[in-house]
């Protein structure tokens, strides 16, 4: 007979994994209740994978069903102590349902004070959700996929500038597209060169987290996922609204994650705050809230190619570090690669329309400019300065001096 000594335990919703290396014994509680019930999966395991021993519900509480399970497996292996296995796992699996984790005490080491840490530094962040949100066609998804296929390669020599810090498993969840347009964009990524290739596990999800959270653990379990790519909050939340309904799909939502026990790195929609200078996420204000580390993603159409889009990174919040500078990236298009490369970020050419007319005005107070001078100064090409300048004119805000100089009307802001 076999020694019993304590099995090694890990932890999913609704789900508890106890493992015996020494007796090649794994046994999964699953679909625990609190009136003791659960299912029960038994596998030998040993270098070649888990074999399927017996799997059977059982009333945990119950002394004659679990002596019962303890003679059934017997015919497997008389070797292993039955009887104490089972007993640990029922005493454990109630103790571990009924009062969930142990209470501890933090004393706080002044000598070792350590960062969270990122996986990809500033992005993203170790054990909290970091959201990048922007307009739509933005390239949001590509560019989370690209650190996803860093992340996973551990690679430092990315084209982006992007670097992993510390290599991990990762997957997606995905409520926007599906698999086969996943892989197109990956390939494409991987053929330019942008990410090196790498196995992307792939859940489709249709039900909200919350409601699909099981079949999710179990994804999140089979494949020892440490970062999940959501996409993206508003489905994956089940509301995207301001009101009631929307505050509480926030947090469930919030609360679905930390049970995942993963780093989520998460894809969400622009407010329609047209008249704001800052754009902020779409859906309940918790969810700006309960994220630690927010980005903005803007885009910019190249002036000359229509196959490049350049792209600003902007950090908008923050909880455990200062606001990183904008990070600027130019998206190269092909039919068969894309290709993402860093460049300098001149935030002006991202600016929204309000924020151009503003620093057009803060650029004329000390005089008249001509048109070459504040497309210069803008940082956006002559006919954006045009746009610019006749919105402003309309406006009342500004005079056309003839030979193309320009000057202010008057010197107030406008309301935007």
Same mark, same amino acid.
């Given at each position: 007979? =076999?020694?019993?000594?304590?099995?090694?335990?890990?932890?999913?919703?609704?789900?508890?994994?106890?493992?015996?290396?020494?007796?090649?014994?794994?046994?999964?509680?699953?679909?625990?209740?609190?009136?003791?019930?659960?299912?029960?999966?038994?596998?030998?395991?040993?270098?070649?994978?888990?074999?399927?021993?017996?799997?059977?519900?059982?009333?945990?509480?119950?002394?004659?069903?679990?002596?019962?399970?303890?003679?059934?497996?017997?015919?497997?292996?008389?070797?292993?102590?039955?009887?104490?296995?089972?007993?640990?796992?029922?005493?454990?699996?109630?103790?571990?349902? /009924?009062?969930?984790?142990?209470?501890? +005490?933090?004393?706080?080491?002044?000598?070792?004070?350590?960062?969270?840490?990122?996986? +990809?530094?500033?992005? +993203? =962040?170790?054990?909290?959700?970091?959201?990048?949100?922007?307009?739509?066609?933005?390239?949001?998804?590509?560019?989370? =996929?690209?650190?996803?296929?860093?992340?996973?390669?551990?690679?430092?020599?990315?084209?982006?500038?992007?670097?992993?810090?510390?290599?991990?498993?990762?997957?997606?969840?995905?409520?926007?597209?599906?698999?086969?347009?996943?892989?197109?964009?990956?390939?494409?990524?991987?053929?330019?060169?942008?990410?090196?290739?790498?196995?992307?596990?792939?859940?489709?999800? /249709?039900?909200?987290?919350?409601?699909?959270?099981?079949?999710?653990?179990?994804?999140?379990?089979?494949?020892?996922?440490?970062?999940?790519?959501?996409?993206?909050?508003?489905?994956?939340?089940?509301?995207?609204?301001?009101?009631?309904?929307?505050?509480?799909?926030?947090?469930?939502?919030?609360?679905?994650?930390?049970?995942?026990?993963?780093?989520?790195?998460?894809?969400?929609?622009?407010?329609?705050?047209?008249?704001?200078?800052?754009?902020?996420?779409?859906?309940?204000?918790?969810?700006?809230?309960?994220?630690?580390?927010?980005?903005?993603?803007?885009?910019?159409?190249?002036?000359?190619?229509?196959?490049?889009?350049?792209?600003?990174?902007?950090?908008?919040?923050?909880?455990?570090?200062?606001?990183?500078?904008? =990070?600027?990236?130019?998206?190269?298009?092909?039919?068969?690669?894309?290709?993402?490369?860093?460049?300098?970020?001149?935030?002006?050419?991202?600016?929204?329309?309000?924020?151009?007319?503003?620093?057009?005005?803060?650029?004329?107070?000390?005089?008249?400019?001509?048109?070459?001078?504040?497309?210069?100064?803008?940082?956006?090409?002559?006919?954006?300065?045009? +746009?610019?300048?006749?919105?402003?004119?309309?406006?009342?805000?500004?005079?056309?001096?003839?030979?193309?100089?320009?000057?202010?009307?008057?010197?107030?802001?406008?309301?935007?």
């Amino acid at each position: 007979m =076999l020694v019993f000594t304590s099995p090694e335990i890990s932890e999913s919703i609704g789900k508890i994994i106890f493992t015996w290396p020494a007796m090649e014994l794994k046994v999964i509680a699953d679909r625990i209740t609190d009136a003791g019930t659960a299912e029960l999966w038994f596998y030998n395991q040993n270098d070649s994978g888990d074999a399927l021993l017996h799997t059977t519900k059982a009333n945990l509480l119950s002394t004659s069903t679990m002596g019962q399970i303890g003679k059934r497996m017997g015919q497997h292996s008389e070797d292993i102590p039955w009887q104490q296995v089972l007993t640990y796992i029922s005493a454990h699996t109630m103790e571990l349902q /009924r009062h969930g984790e142990s209470p501890l +005490v933090i004393d706080p080491d002044l000598q070792n004070i350590a960062h969270p840490g990122f996986y +990809v530094d500033p992005i +993203v =962040l170790k054990n909290s959700p970091s959201v990048i949100y922007g307009d739509k066609g933005v390239n949001k998804t590509t560019l989370c =996929l690209t650190l996803l296929g860093i992340i996973a390669t551990n690679y430092s020599e990315s084209p982006t500038s992007l670097a992993c810090v510390e290599k991990a498993n990762v997957g997606l969840l995905d409520w926007e597209s599906n698999a086969e347009l996943t892989n197109y964009t990956l390939a494409r990524l991987i053929k330019g060169n942008t990410i090196p290739h790498f196995k992307l596990p792939y859940l489709q999800c /249709r039900q909200n987290l919350a409601d699909d959270i099981e079949r999710v653990s179990n994804f999140v379990q089979h494949y020892s996922l440490q970062i999940i790519l959501l996409d993206s909050l508003g489905q994956a939340a089940g509301a995207d609204k301001f009101d009631t309904a929307g505050k509480n799909a926030a947090l469930k939502f919030f609360e679905c994650v930390r049970k995942l026990k993963i780093t989520p790195l998460i894809i969400a929609q622009n407010a329609k705050n047209e008249n704001e200078s800052k754009k902020t996420i779409y859906g309940s204000t918790y969810f700006t809230y309960y994220a630690r580390n927010i980005f903005e993603l803007k885009a910019k159409q190249d002036d000359l190619d229509d196959n490049i889009i350049h792209l600003a990174l902007l950090h908008q919040e923050s909880n455990y570090s200062k606001k990183s500078p904008a =990070l600027g990236f130019s998206i190269a298009y092909s039919d068969t690669t894309i290709q993402i490369s860093s460049e300098p970020v001149s935030f002006s050419q991202f600016l929204e329309k309000a924020s151009q007319t503003k620093a057009l005005l803060e650029f004329l107070k000390d005089g008249a400019k001509s048109r070459q001078a504040i497309s210069q100064n803008l940082n956006v090409s002559v006919k954006q300065t045009d +746009v610019i300048l006749n919105r402003a004119k309309k406006r009342s805000l500004i005079i056309n001096l003839g030979s193309g100089m320009w000057g202010l009307k008057t010197i107030e802001q406008p309301d935007a």
